[in-house]
């Protein structure tokens, strides 16, 4: 097919068909300076066979797995090389192979994924290998209690359709699989009527089309028809389970069958979940959490693939609150059957949703991935049809939906318990309590009503108060980002204010001196905002998004929260008990864990070691009143720094900050009242041995971690640690290639760098199974000591190289990011000019200072190591300090020349311009039930 017959569906989005069936969308962004390339194929686990579960899932894990023109992990390392990220996922309908890297590189990545898609040579070997990476994959899941429950709600809510099955498959399956299985599935379903590419970036699509016409258009096609699928029976019974494990709290989850993507229903019930449990004006967070107090957490979100989906509410509470909560979340949804929706409100929600759209359209990566689905799932891909459903969804359509799908004989509901806690449901109370809530609702009594490059052109303005301004203007998008940060967080925080920080941070948008919670948080969801605040290891503050339009009404919103909060008791006995519930599921989350216990031990005696989310008992002791003077302490116009990013005039903003903010006088030095000040804060030594730390865990995996004292934002050793980090992380790095593709040893695994004020870290972790422990700290340990024995390869720091520099421009696309980044460059001295020093700095990396600085910080003799999880053979019951085994003890070394002296750089840079400082970092993983599988 000539492109020139391709059809533009809308301004700069082409579509067209190869003569082979290939499918092909192409969107033009010009000026992003980005691109992604994506290979969709309609082959998910849908698709599978019954002795088939898990074998879409493996094949996404080989196909990297080499060519016959690029071995296993160059087709990772090419994409690397040259700054980008691959990687891939598989859905229930589909599965996703997507590059994205520099718009001047996007031949490459197509060229790269064509490679892998369509000559993997599937090495039985490798297969082998990575069928063992897949299973503790499997083991990893089994540990997360919320996955757990979220795949036996799928197989309770489907008896005969394949989406009851998990996408990853089972130990049996996948275990069963052979290199002839594998070929099978792909010369079926790897066919070019079964694939579409889909490219976002800026790009021509004469260009696009003509390479893929000649790397793809001579793919024969087949005769292959996708199954039909059965459809579910309908249920007239209502059904719930219960499972038991090793938790601190319950998780809940209710499903409701409904309808399709394609149906017009959907964008209805996309919209009911945004009223019902989506931000904290929605009516579940605010009756449950807010009023009630009866959960931690609660959402709501419509699950609609290709076929007939599922209606979610899910919740984390105590488990003596099950019954309450049922009912009063039941109440709030069965009275949309009856109870015309507000119009102010159906409005702000209708705004709100389609503004977490658009902000979703900010990566060149949303962007594919919105057109993929949409032309997978409904056969058209533009948003802009989607958008005008939502607009249109009326009081008569919620009431007429919620009548379709919200039947209490349909509803079912799951819940995992700890182990030693009492069964709170059973059968009749849970027909009674579905019952009463439908009668509530019926006659009319209402639970709640809610009331009606890298950055350039950077503007910055200092304001006589001593107010900092910094302002970039980016007309990409029509949304605004505005952060405003302080000096603060963990490192001003001591072991009797732990936490002083995060709960400020909760508290701070909690309602001003003059609008109270309720009210403040309906006038940033009328303007389809966001505003939240944060904390990290050195500042804390608070980010506000919106669409552009509400720019001066959301920074008059910014000016009122910051200088006049309420700190309303009320609203602090409402986050005290959520901030303890953090607590509690972090001792749930044995990733999350293992680092909490590291960074203690690591840090002793700097603020850096205590726990980001607090302790228990400071938390429960702060008042108010002690809150508001911490805060106090930490602002004041001379300590702001306030960004604001989109798509803005640098001088309107400048205007509105000089009227709203020019009356903000200096406040006289105050006590910190945290007891730390810069005096007192000294960065700690390094370990003077050893420290082996082991906890038993009664789960699946071991979590593992060898770490060392780092070094800081300013000092010039941070690029070279930089680079070993990246040399032994990533698909195509050190450890990735020995521990998981060549040796089979983990799923997840990575080396960490934390760069901080004072001091940082460096170190390894892995997830494993238990019966590996020994084999993989010998495995770390080589691989660490490989790095200081010999230098690294030029390509090696070509690849780490480039990748660090494409990481900091991919990591800049959302207005979001590029506030936080002009923010935290102003306040730690970094200057507005990083991106290109940064650059410059990595350039002047050379192999031999790699060397002499991971021998300078990479020290056997003082190191902190945790091994937390499963029991081990001969391991402790309990958590104990000891001194190092045999298989704890570092390898014996070559003797090493003497350091040779490393020359200093003139001008200290930031590897992410601040951002990843004030990220969770690789502690904090997600327990949020993934419904793709990403490799």
Sequence with gaps: MNHAKAIELAPNLHKTTLDNGLGLLVKETPGTKVATVQIWI????????????????????????????????????????????????????YTVYHATLSSRSW??????????????????????????????????????????????????????????????????????????????????????????????????????????????????????????????????TPQFFSLAEDIKQTHLIMSFPITAFKDPDSAVLDVIATLLGQGETSRLYNQLRNEKGLVYRISAGAFTPRDPGLFEVSATLDNDKIKETLAAALQEIFQLKYLPVDDEELARVKRNLESDFVF?????????????????????????????????????????????????????????????????????????????????????????????????????????????????????????????IFEGGLRSETEATSGAFAFISELLPKGTSELSYRDLAIKVADMAGIISGFNGKNTFGLKADFLARFLEPGLQLVNDIIRKPAFAPEEAEKIRPELISQLKQQQDSLPSLAFLTFNRALFQGHPYGLNPAGEEAAIQSFSTDQLRKIYQAHIGPEKIVLTVAG?????????????????????????????????????????????????????????????????????????????????????????????RDKRSMAYSLSSFTLLGVDTGSFGIYIGTSPDKRDPVIEALWKELYKVRQEPISAAELDRARNQLIGQY???????????????????????????????????????????????????PDHYVMVTLGAETSGAPAESTVTEPSSAETPLEMNPEPVLEKIEPQTTPVDNSGGISLEQPGPAVMSATPVIEEEN
Aim: aromatic share 8%; charged share 25%.
């Design 107 to 236: 031949d490459l990545a197509l060229d790269v994924l064509t490679d892998a898609v369509l000559n993997s040579t599937f090495d039985s070997e490798e297969l082998e290998r990575e069928k063992k990476v897949v299973l503790e994959e499997i083991s990893m899941r089994d540990d997360r209690p919320q996955v757990k429950l979220y795949q036996e709600m799928m197989s309770h809510s489907y008896s005969t359709h394949p989406y009851r099955l998990p996408i990853i498959g089972t130990r049996e399956s996948v275990s069963s699989f052979t290199r002839d299985d594998i070929l099978s599935y792909v010369k079926k379903h790897y066919t070019p009527e079964n694939m579409t590419v889909v490219v976002v970036g800026d790009v021509r699509f004469s260009q696009v089309y003509s390479r893929v016409k000649g790397l793809m258009g001579d793919m024969p096609s087949s005769n292959y028809t996708p199954p039909i699928l059965t459809s579910e029976p309908k249920r007239e």
């Design 360 to 484: 979703g359209l900010e990566r060149v990566e949303g962007q594919a991935r919105i057109l993929g689905s949409f032309e997978f799932l409904a056969g058209d891909p533009r948003e802009d049809d989607y958008l005008a459903r939502i607009r249109s969804v009326s009081q008569e359509d919620i009431i007429r939906v919620a009548m379709t799908y919200f039947s209490g004989n349909r509803l079912i509901t799951g819940m995992i318990i700890p182990k030693d806690a009492k069964a709170a449901l059973d059968q009749a109370d849970y027909t009674r309590i579905i019952s009463e809530a439908e009668n509530m609702a019926r006659h009319g009594m209402p639970t709640s009503q809610v009331p009606n490059a890298y950055l350039s052109g950077v503007h910055q303005f200092k304001f006589p108060n001593g107010l900092r301004l910094l302002v970039r203007e980016d007309q990409r998008v029509e949304t605004v980002a505005i952060r405003a």
């Design 42 to 93: 309609k082959a998910g686990s849908v698709y599978e066979e019954p002795n088939e579960g898990g074998i879409t899932h493996l094949i996404e894990h080989m196909i990297f797995k080499g060519t016959p023109t690029r071995k296993a992990g160059a087709l990772a390392e090419a994409i690397e090389e040259a700054g980008g990220r691959i990687n891939a996922y598989t859905y229930y309908e």
């Design 809 to 859: 421009q991919l990591g800049l696309q959302t207005h979001g990011a590029q506030a936080l980044e002009m923010g935290l460059n102003e306040t730690y001295g970094l200057g507005q000019d990083f991106g290109n020093r940064y650059v410059k700095s990595l350039e002047e990396v050379t192999p031999q200072q790699v060397l002499n600085v991971a021998r300078k910080y990479i020290l």
């Design 647 to 739: 798509a803005v005039k640098a001088e309107e903003v400048r205007d509105l900050v000089e009227k709203l903010f020019s009356d903000w006088s200096p406040a006289e030095a105050l006590p910190t009242t945290t007891g730390i000040t810069e005096e007192t804060i000294l960065p700690p030594d390094p370990p003077a041995h050893p420290v082996i730390i082991k906890e038993v865990r009664d789960r699946e995996q071991l979590h593992i971690i060898i770490g060392f004292l780092g070094t800081t934002l300013t000092d010039q050793d941070r690029y070279c640690l930089e680079i070993i980090d990246n040399v032994l992380s990533g698909q195509s790095g050190r450890l990735f290639t020995e521990l």
